[in-house]
């Protein structure tokens, strides 16, 4: 049974077309205000909690203007995430490129411009923080054009927007220019269809499970409906739109929260509502065989220190395992990584998915000559045991721009020393304490090692980071101490941050430097 065979019965008639509201895609220099401008546009304030200042998970966002919707589609914009940017382009109608009037076309300019083209996107340049000094929207518009982009005022045909997020100003001419724009491409799509859509996003939760964001391109998805999504499968336990509700249905162009799937699903994989939930397990069964087929045999074990020395050696294949906490990162760090690969060495993802470093993972990288990267994800005290058995490198980071900045070094054997992270002990998060003018006191029971009062710690919540900094305090009954070992109860105070859960673990470490190994 194929897949296509399976799903993609029902035609789509000219006569049932309806209009839909555009999907658009703001892409971006790092620094050219682009997470500014959209949150301007949608009121609400996601620059606060991104890690290194990158956005790390994309979002979908209604606004409705003059009546009429519009949905903004929230990428990453740095190089590093040249997947996800590009899998935006591929769902999007119009890009909107911000470009910063006081700046000018960076690196990443020209990416975002390549994508859209490659995708047969139409492009509206939005020149950013006009409010500046030193701003030049003519200058931009002159270097822009170097890139194919002409204004209309030119004689061209890209429609060109001055904006400022910071005051707030040609926000409303933009959300215009997009509405005008699609409604010169007339889209349209089939409600009367079964659902068929793009996963945005994907994660496992605590709670709920597997969960991911659809955004719906044919079709109305209902609560109750079986599907199938490449190799998952399920039934949609409930539909849960970007203001947080709870909804009955998904028409063309929603982006929506669906919970039921079988497993957490790729980031960028199509989503088809199929007659009921025996053919979707069949259609789902059918491309896990094929998946299977591709296994990769074993070698020698290697480390991405030692990559320089294999290289001259005649290595040409590095086998990397990726663990993270959305599924997002892990197809923008397998793409970076493809990207770097040479004639000397070429670089494979054999194996990726959403949650901790596992045993099975590190029996597959010893099994396969592969390093673990593992990134907002922790292994626990005995995958950390096996590894160091098996000889397998795992690499843990927080920002992705690291893992690429590392594996580059490594290839051209400039891998400067680096510091490492050492455990120096863990401690569960047995009850919770409210104390007056200090915040949450976590009662703790030591399981290994020692907490050090001088330390770094980690909270690790279903062994992924969800804190990472001082500690406020340590105490042994009402005495302080400077550190406290194994198989003894503590009170820890982390600073700044309340949010402790009972079975939260506590993680110590010291950050020591460590010399190349080549």
Same mark, same amino acid.
């Given at each position: 049974?194929e897949?296509?065979?399976s799903?993609l019965k029902?035609?789509?008639?000219?006569e049932n077309l309806?209009?839909?509201?555009?999907?658009?895609?703001?892409?971006?220099?790092?620094?050219?205000?682009k997470?500014?401008?959209?949150?301007v546009?949608?009121?609400?304030?996601v620059?606060?909690?991104?890690?290194?200042?990158?956005?790390?998970a994309i979002g979908a966002?209604?606004?409705?203007i003059?009546?009429r919707?519009?949905?903004?589609?929230d990428t990453?914009g740095?190089e590093?995430?040249t997947?996800m940017?590009?899998?935006?382009?591929?769902?999007?109608?119009?890009?909107?490129l911000v470009?910063?009037?006081d700046?000018?076309?960076?690196?990443?300019t020209?990416?975002a411009i390549?994508?859209?083209?490659v995708?047969?996107?139409?492009?509206?340049?939005?020149i950013?923080k006009?409010?500046?000094?030193?701003a030049d929207?003519?200058?931009i518009?002159?270097?822009l054009?170097e890139h194919g982009?002409?204004s209309?005022q030119?004689g061209?045909e890209t429609?060109?927007?001055?904006?400022?997020?910071k005051?707030k100003?040609?926000?409303?001419?933009?959300l215009?220019?997009?509405?005008?724009?699609a409604?010169?491409?007339e889209? =349209?799509?089939d409600?009367d269809?079964?659902?068929r859509?793009?996963i945005?996003e994907?994660?496992?939760d605590r709670?709920?499970?597997?969960v991911a964001?659809v955004?719906i391109?044919q079709g109305t998805?209902?609560t109750g409906?079986a599907?199938?999504? =490449?190799t998952?499968?399920g039934r949609?336990r409930?539909?849960?739109n970007d203001?947080g509700?709870?909804?009955?249905e998904?028409?063309?162009?929603?982006p &929506?929260?669906?919970?039921g799937f079988?497993?957490?699903p790729q980031?960028?994989a199509?989503f088809?509502c199929?007659e009921?939930?025996?053919?979707?397990?069949?259609?789902?069964e059918?491309?896990?065989?094929k998946?299977?087929?591709?296994?990769?045999s074993?070698?020698?074990?290697i480390?991405l220190?030692?990559l320089?020395q294999?290289?001259?050696e005649?290595?040409k294949?590095l086998n990397?395992?990726?663990k993270a906490d959305?599924?997002g990162s892990?197809?923008?760090?397998?793409d970076?990584?493809? =990207?770097?690969?040479?004639?000397?060495?070429q670089?494979?993802?054999?194996?990726s998915?959403?949650g901790a470093?596992?045993?099975t993972?590190v029996?597959?990288?010893?099994?396969?000559?592969a390093?673990?990267i593992?990134?907002n994800?922790?292994?626990?005290?005995?995958?950390?045991?096996?590894?160091?058995?098996?000889?397998?490198?795992?690499?843990?980071?927080?920002?992705?721009?690291n893992?690429i900045?590392d594996?580059?070094a490594a290839?051209?054997?400039?891998?400067?020393?680096e510091?490492k992270e050492v455990v120096?002990?863990?401690?569960? &998060?047995r009850?919770l304490f409210?104390?007056?003018k200090i915040g949450?006191?976590?009662?703790c029971h030591?399981?290994?090692g020692?907490?050090?009062?001088?330390?770094?710690i980690?909270l690790v919540?279903?062994?992924?980071?969800i804190?990472?900094?001082?500690m406020?305090?340590l105490?042994r009954f009402k005495d302080?101490a400077?550190e406290?070992?194994?198989d003894?109860d503590?009170g820890?105070?982390?600073e700044?941050?309340n949010?402790?859960h &009972?079975?939260d673990?506590?993680?110590?470490y010291i950050?020591e430097r460590l010399e190349? =190994?080549?």
């Amino acid at each position: 049974m194929e897949f296509e065979e399976s799903v993609l019965k029902a035609p789509i008639l000219a006569e049932n077309l309806k209009p839909r509201a555009p999907i658009v895609t703001i892409m971006g220099h790092v620094d050219h205000g682009k997470t500014s401008l959209l949150d301007v546009i949608r009121q609400t304030n996601v620059i606060a909690g991104e890690a290194g200042g990158i956005t790390q998970a994309i979002g979908a966002y209604h606004v409705h203007i003059n009546g009429r919707d519009i949905v903004f589609l929230d990428t990453p914009g740095h190089e590093a995430f040249t997947a996800m940017r590009a899998r935006g382009a591929q769902v999007t109608d119009i890009v909107v490129l911000v470009v910063a009037a006081d700046d000018g076309v960076m690196g990443q300019t020209v990416e975002a411009i390549n994508h859209s083209k490659v995708a047969g996107v139409p492009i509206i340049v939005a020149i950013n923080k006009i409010d500046k000094p030193g701003a030049d929207p003519e200058k931009i518009k002159q270097a822009l054009t170097e890139h194919g982009l002409l204004s209309e005022q030119w004689g061209g045909e890209t429609i060109f927007c001055e904006v400022s997020a910071k005051k707030k100003t040609g926000i409303e001419e933009l959300l215009e220019l997009i509405l005008l724009q699609a409604d010169v491409m007339e889209l =349209k799509a089939d409600p009367d269809l079964s659902a068929r859509g793009v996963i945005i996003e994907a994660k496992l939760d605590r709670g709920r499970g597997p969960v991911a964001t659809v955004l719906i391109q044919q079709g109305t998805l209902r609560t109750g409906d079986a599907f199938v999504c =490449k190799t998952e499968f399920g039934r949609v336990r409930a539909i849960i739109n970007d203001q947080g509700r709870r909804v009955k249905e998904a028409k063309p162009s929603m982006p &929506v929260e669906v919970i039921g799937f079988s497993n957490v699903p790729q980031t960028g994989a199509e989503f088809f509502c199929v007659e009921d939930e025996k053919k979707a397990r069949n259609i789902a069964e059918h491309s896990i065989r094929k998946a299977r087929e591709k296994e990769l045999s074993a070698s020698s074990k290697i480390t991405l220190e030692q990559l320089y020395q294999k290289i001259k050696e005649g290595v040409k294949d590095l086998n990397v395992i990726i663990k993270a906490d959305v599924q997002g990162s892990i197809e923008a760090i397998s793409d970076a990584l493809h =990207k770097l690969s040479t004639e000397d060495v070429q670089l494979k993802s054999i194996h990726s998915s959403t949650g901790a470093i596992s045993e099975t993972d590190v029996m597959l990288a010893s099994a396969s000559n592969a390093i673990i990267i593992g990134f907002n994800v922790r292994p626990d005290a005995r995958v950390i045991e096996i590894a160091q058995q098996e000889g397998v490198e795992i690499k843990l980071y927080d920002i992705i721009y690291n893992v690429i900045a590392d594996v580059r070094a490594a290839m051209e054997g400039l891998l400067e020393p680096e510091y490492k992270e050492v455990v120096l002990g863990r401690a569960e &998060v047995r009850e919770l304490f409210k104390v007056p003018k200090i915040g949450i006191i976590a009662g703790c029971h030591v399981t290994d090692g020692k907490i050090v009062r001088s330390a770094g710690i980690k909270l690790v919540r279903d062994s992924i980071v969800i804190f990472d900094g001082k500690m406020l305090s340590l105490r042994r009954f009402k005495d302080d101490a400077k550190e406290v070992l194994a198989d003894f109860d503590c009170g820890i105070g982390i600073e700044g941050f309340n949010d402790i859960h &009972v079975g939260d673990v506590i993680e110590a470490y010291i950050t020591e430097r460590l010399e190349r =190994k080549l």
